[in-house]
C-alpha cells in the first residue's frame, strides 16, 4: 500500500506538531515526511488540503458484542464501524458471553479482529474483573494480562463489592493495569431507566440518582489511594464525579476517566419523547451535568473521548421504555458530535481534542505512543473539520442503528483511517 | 391538554350524565365502531367503566386482558397491538404497567389511543372525571385548592390531577413522606406538604390516593400503622381543622390505612359520585374521538 498524503495539517500532540505536511507512506510505513513531495509509479495521492492528518483514534469502550451477541454487531461490523468513524483502534468490553474472564476469550477477539478488514483496526480486549462479571470471584487477571487484555473492568455492571474492589486494585497494579469502573451505586439505582429529577418526575420513570454514582466514584477513590493503584471512571456523567475526579488528580492519585459524546451533548430533556435510544446507562442527565462535562474536558479533568458504543438490534429497542435494554451506537458520530460540540464551540482546541481520541486512551492502558516519523508505522486518523453532514443511521456500517442522533446536522467528520498497511476511505 | 379541552369535554360528559340518569341509558353516536380495550395490567374498576362507556355509546366492545394472552408468551406490545389492530379497530383504550407504554403504541399503530393509565406516569381520564366531580360540587375549578394526599412519586393519578387542575386555574398541592414526593415535584406549581394537619385548614377538597401496602415494605415508610397516623385522614383530623372538605379517592380504597371508614362514607365523600362521573366523562372523551373525522 503506497499513498500520498498531500497538503494536510498534521496535528501530533505527542510532537507538538501542527503544520501542513505532505507524508509518503510505502507498505504501510511512513517513507517520507516533508513538503513538494511527488508521487511516483503506483502511489496513490490524495489531497488533504483542509483536513486533518491525526495520530489514529482510539476509542476505549466499545462494546462488540462477539462473542455471544452476534445479532448485535460483529467483531467485522464493530471494526467497520470503527473504520467509518474515524477510530484505528478500539478497546473491546468483557460483557459477551463468554464473557472475557478466560485467556481463551482474549484468544478468540485477537484472531477475529485480525480477520477482520485484514486487521485494519487493532482491537484490544479488555479483561473481567470476576467470573462471569458477577462480582464475587476474581477473574485470573495475571493470566488475562498475558495474553493482552489492556486493562479490567466489570463494565455493564459496576464492581460493587468494595472489597472485591480493593483486591482488584491490588492485584492489577502487580502489572500495570488500570481497573476500569461502571460507576453506579445499585441499590439506590433498582428498577432506574433515567436521571432522577424533574424528568423522571413528569415521565412517571423511575430514576437513577446522579449521588449513585457519585458515590461508588468517592469510594473507589478512596480505595485506590490506599491501594496506590490506577483507577480510571468510564463514561462519568455528573459534576459531582467530575468534582471528585479533578480532586483526585490534585491529590496526586492516578485517576483518570472518559466522558461519551452523548452525555457531552444530550440533556434527559432528550427522554420526553420516551425514545428508547435515550436510554442508556449512565443515563442522560441535566444541563449543569453537561456543563460540568464541557469544563472537566476543558480544564484537563476528563482525559479521554470514548463513545460506549453499545449495538441492540431494531427489535429489542422497539418496546416499552422501561422494557427496553440501555445503549446506543456511538462510534460513527463520535467525531462529528465531538467537533461540533468541543470545538466548534470553543471548548477544545483541535489539538486538546486529538489528545482525548488518540493520545490519552492509549497512555491510560499503557500502549506505546504513535510516533509519526519517517521510518515508523502509519497509524492515522484524517478527518474534516469543517464538512457539514446530516446523520442517517440507515448508512451506518454498525450492524445497530440505535442512535438518538439521527437527523442531526453535525459539523466534522472523518475522511478516512489508515492502519496496519490498509486503509479505509468515506 | 389546553384549557378549552378540557372545558369541551367536561361540557360534553354534562350531556351523557344525564344520559345516565334516563330509563335507557344508550345514545347511538358510535354505532359501527369497534373498541378494543387492552388492559396489560389488572384494573377492574377502569376497565368496566370503559367497557360501560363504550357499551353506552353503543361501540362495539373487544376486552382483552394480558393474563393468559400472548404477552405471557413473550410477544412483544408491537406484535399484540398490530395484530388486534389487523382485525379493523377504530379506537384502543389501553392500560399498561409501563410508562410511556400509550405513547410508543401510537408510534406503531393507526388507530386513536385512549390512555386508561400507563405506569406512574398519567391517568388522563381519572383527572377528568375528578374534575368533573368537583366542578360539580363547587360550579367552578377556578381558585380552588386542592390537595392531592399519599405515594405522589407513583402516582399517575397525581400527576394529571397536577396539569389538568393548573390548568384549570386552581391551586394543588402535595402532602406525603418525604420519601414518597417526587424529585423536583414544586417545578410542577405545587406546594409540597409532609405535615397534613398543616395544609388541611387551607383546602377545599382532598384527593387521597391508595397507599400500596405491598411498595418496597419497609424501604420507603416504616409501616401502614404509621403511615396512618400521620397521614389517614380521620374525621377527629378533620374536625380539628374546622370548616368542610370535599373528600375524593380514586379508589380502590383501604378503609382504616389512607382514609377512615367514617370519612370515606361521610357526607362530605363524593368517593361514588366519582365512580358514576366516570362513566359520563370517558363517554365524551369516547364520543369526541370517536366522531370526529
Ligand atoms: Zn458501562
Redesign the interface.
Known amino acids: 500500500m503506497n499513498i500520498l498524503l498531500k497538503n494536510g495539517r498534521l496535528i501530533d500532540p505527542v510532537s507538538g506538531r501542527d503544520e501542513t505536511v505532505d507524508i509518503h507512506i510505502v507498505n504501510g510505513r511512513i517513507d517520507k515526511l516533508g513538503h513538494n513531495i511527488t508521487a511516483s509509479g503506483s502511489t496513490q495521492s490524495i489531497d488533504l488540503k483542509g483536513k486533518i492528518v491525526a495520530p489514529g483514534f482510539f476509542d476505549m469502550h466499545v462494546h462488540l458484542r462477539e462473542p455471544g451477541f452476534e445479532h448485535k454487531e460483529t467483531i467485522l461490523t464493530g471494526c467497520t464501524s470503527a473504520a467509518a468513524g474515524g477510530f484505528t483502534a478500539v478497546a473491546c468490553m468483557p460483557n459477551t458471553k463468554p464473557a472475557i474472564d478466560d485467556e481463551s476469550v482474549i484468544k478468540f477477539i485477537h484472531e477475529r479482529a485480525k480477520i477482520a478488514l485484514n486487521g485494519l483496526v487493532d482491537v484490544y480486549p479488555i479483561g473481567a474483573v470476576t467470573l462471569g462479571r458477577k462480582g464475587e470471584h476474581l477473574a485470573p487477571l495475571a493470566e488475562l494480562a498475558s495474553a493482552g487484555a489492556v486493562a479490567f473492568t466489570d463494565d455493564g455492571d459496576p464492581v460493587h463489592d468494595a472489597e472485591i474492589m480493593r483486591r482488584a486494585l491490588e492485584y492489577s497494579s502487580m502489572f500495570k493495569k488500570a481497573v476500569i469502573q461502571h460507576a453506579q451505586d445499585l441499590p439506590l439505582t433498582k428498577g432506574g431507566v433515567m436521571n432522577?429529577?424533574?424528568n423522571?418526575?413528569?415521565?412517571?420513570?423511575?430514576?437513577m440518582?446522579s449521588v449513585a454514582e457519585d458515590l461508588m466514584v468517592a469510594r473507589d477513590i478512596q480505595l485506590a489511594k490506599y491501594t496506590n493503584a490506577q483507577y480510571h471512571v468510564a463514561h462519568l456523567s455528573t459534576a459531582g464525579c467530575v468534582e471528585l475526579v479533578r480532586d483526585a488528580k490534585k491529590n496526586g492519585l492516578h485517576v483518570t476517566c472518559e466522558v461519551t459524546p452523548h452525555h457531552f451533548t444530550l440533556t434527559d430533556d432528550a427522554v420526553r419523547?420516551?425514545d428508547t435510544n435515550t436510554k442508556m446507562n449512565p443515563p442522560l442527565r441535566s444541563r449543569d451535568d453537561v456543563e460540568a462535562m464541557k469544563e472537566g474536558l476543558r480544564d484537563g479533568t476528563i482525559d479521554a473521548i470514548a463513545t460506549d458504543h453499545a449495538p441492540h438490534s431494531f427489535?429489542e429497542k422497539?418496546?416499552?421504555?422501561?422494557?427496553a435494554p440501555f445503549g446506543i451506537v456511538g462510534l460513527e458520530t463520535a467525531i462529528g458530535l465531538a467537533i461540533t460540540e468541543l470545538f466548534e464551540k470553543n471548548i477544545l482546541s483541535l489539538f486538546q481534542l486529538i489528545e482525548k481520541f488518540s493520545t490519552n486512551p492509549r497512555r491510560i492502558l499503557h500502549l506505546h505512543e504513535i510516533k509519526i516519523q519517517e521510518g515508523e508505522s502509519a497509524n492515522f486518523t484524517l478527518f474534516d473539520p469543517s464538512v457539514e453532514w446530516k446523520v442517517d443511521v440507515q448508512k451506518f456500517k454498525s450492524k445497530s442503528k440505535n442512535s438518538p442522533f439521527g437527523g442531526y446536522v453535525l459539523r466534522g467528520k472523518a475522511v478516512g483511517i489508515i492502519n496496519n498497511g490498509q486503509a479505509y476511505w468515506n | 391538554m389546553p384549557k378549552e379541552d378540557i372545558q369541551l369535554i367536561l361540557d360534553t360528559a354534562v350531556s351523557f350524565r344525564e344520559v345516565l340518569e334516563r330509563p335507557i341509558k344508550k345514545v347511538p353516536p358510535l354505532q359501527g365502531k369497534t373498541i378494543a380495550n387492552l388492559f396489560f395490567e389488572s384494573s377492574t374498576r377502569t376497565r368496566l367503566s370503559f367497557e360501560l362507556a363504550e357499551r353506552r355509546l353503543s361501540a362495539d366492545v373487544l376486552g382483552f386482558q394480558a393474563a393468559g394472552s400472548s404477552v405471557s408468551k413473550g410477544e412483544t406490545l408491537k406484535d399484540t397491538a398490530r395484530n388486534i389492530e389487523a382485525m379493523k379497530i377504530d379506537m384502543v383504550v389501553m392500560r399498561h404497567a409501563a410508562s410511556g407504554a400509550p405513547h410508543y403504541l401510537s408510534t406503531v399503530i393507526e388507530s386513536a389511543v385512549i390512555n386508561a393509565g400507563d405506569g406512574g406516569h398519567e391517568h388522563p381520564t381519572q383527572a377528568l372525571l375528578d374534575m368533573y366531580t368537583l366542578r360539580e360540587k363547587f360550579n367552578k375549578l377556578q381558585d380552588l385548592h386542592i390537595c392531592i394526599v399519599g405515594d405522589i412519586s407513583h402516582s399517575r393519578v397525581a400527576r394529571s390531577n397536577i396539569y389538568g387542575l393548573k390548568t384549570m386555574g386552581a391551586k394543588v398541592s402535595v402532602c406525603g413522606p418525604a420519601t414518597l414526593i417526587p424529585r423536583d415535584v414544586e417545578r410542577l406549581g405545587v406546594d409540597v406538604y409532609h405535615h397534613i394537619d398543616d395544609v388541611l385548614p387551607k383546602v377545599d377538597a382532598l384527593n387521597i390516593l391508595r397507599i400500596q401496602l405491598e411498595r418496597d415494605a419497609g424501604r420507603l415508610f416504616p409501616s401502614i400503622r404509621e403511615y396512618h397516623n400521620y397521614y389517614g385522614i380521620t374525621r377527629q383530623r378533620l374536625d380539628k381543622a374546622g370548616g368542610e372538605v370535599v373528600i375524593m379517592h380514586p379508589g380502590p380504597i383501604n378503609r382504616d390505612v389512607e382514609i377512615s371508614a367514617d370519612v370515606a362514607d361521610g357526607e362530605n365523600s363524593v368517593i361514588l359520585q366519582q365512580v358514576l362521573n366516570g362513566v359520563a366523562v370517558r363517554m365524551a372523551v369516547l364520543y369526541l374521538l370517536g366522531t370526529r373525522n
Open positions: 432522577e429529577g424533574f423522571s418526575t413528569t415521565l412517571g420513570l423511575p430514576g440518582p419523547t420516551y427489535d422497539q418496546v416499552e421504555f422501561q422494557q
